[in-house]
């Protein structure tokens, strides 16, 4: 990528009382997010995560080749790339891991060389998107987005069949990973 490109980039705005839009894909856009043991290690990761960097997890879709988060930091003093590097690193240390144990001729795919420096990657490099959400209105929008995109993909007819996602939980159903209530002020869309 050139510098040109580089500063095209959307920046992250740590601003106490906006919520995130976190949009970030797996590396080559492999499918590794098909297996329940990477949706488990995801979820678990989410979970320590939620809990060391003090935010709120609203809504989620984890896809074959890509994750869709909108959190709320309920902390003063964050910081999105520590965020997503919280929730992010274990995960791909995890399946890097469990690539090199159990299928090792896998791995030239997730290595790359840069410079005199050999990485193995699970996810895209870069931190993904982060879009702000300052509305109600915006976030109730990506809310929708984020549990209809299984279905523009035309992975299932109705999103609460999606068992990664909380589609079901906000149709009364369940989840395999627990979302964060949203408060009231946050609900209220002017006609």
């Given at each position: 990528m050139s510098l040109t490109n580089r500063s095209c980039r959307r920046k992250s705005f740590n601003i106490l009382g906006h919520a995130h839009e976190l949009t970030f894909s797996t590396y080559q856009r492999y499918p590794f997010f098909k297996s329940e043991r990477c949706c488990q290690?995801?979820?678990?990761?989410?979970?320590?995560?939620?809990?060391?960097?003090?935010?709120?997890?609203?809504?989620?879709?984890?896809?074959?080749?890509?994750?869709?988060?909108?959190?709320?930091?309920t902390s003063e003093q964050h910081d999105m790339g520590r965020i997503l590097e919280t929730i992010k690193r274990p995960v791909?240390?995890?399946?890097?891991?469990?690539?090199?144990?159990?299928?090792?001729?896998?791995l030239p795919r997730l290595t790359r060389q840069r410079g005199s420096c050999t990485e193995r990657l699970f996810w895209q490099?870069?931190?993904?998107y982060d879009r702000n959400i300052t509305s109600p209105k915006t976030l109730l929008r990506m809310i929708d987005?984020?549990?209809?995109?299984?279905?523009?993909?035309?992975?299932?007819?109705?999103?609460?069949?999606?068992?990664?996602?909380?589609?079901?939980?906000?149709?009364?159903?369940?989840?395999?990973l627990l979302i964060d209530p949203i408060p009231p002020e946050w609900l209220e869309v002017d006609a």
């Amino acid at each position: 990528m050139s510098l040109t490109n580089r500063s095209c980039r959307r920046k992250s705005f740590n601003i106490l009382g906006h919520a995130h839009e976190l949009t970030f894909s797996t590396y080559q856009r492999y499918p590794f997010f098909k297996s329940e043991r990477c949706c488990q290690w995801l979820a678990e990761a989410l979970d320590v995560a939620r809990q060391r960097q003090n935010f709120l997890l609203w809504a989620y879709v984890f896809m074959p080749d890509h994750i869709h988060l909108i959190i709320y930091p309920t902390s003063e003093q964050h910081d999105m790339g520590r965020i997503l590097e919280t929730i992010k690193r274990p995960v791909g240390v995890k399946a890097i891991n469990y690539v090199a144990k159990s299928s090792p001729a896998w791995l030239p795919r997730l290595t790359r060389q840069r410079g005199s420096c050999t990485e193995r990657l699970f996810w895209q490099s870069g931190g993904g998107y982060d879009r702000n959400i300052t509305s109600p209105k915006t976030l109730l929008r990506m809310i929708d987005y984020l549990h209809e995109n299984p279905v523009r993909k035309n992975l299932i007819l109705n999103c609460v069949d999606w068992r990664w996602s909380s589609a079901s939980p906000y149709c009364g159903g369940a989840s395999p990973l627990l979302i964060d209530p949203i408060p009231p002020e946050w609900l209220e869309v002017d006609a």
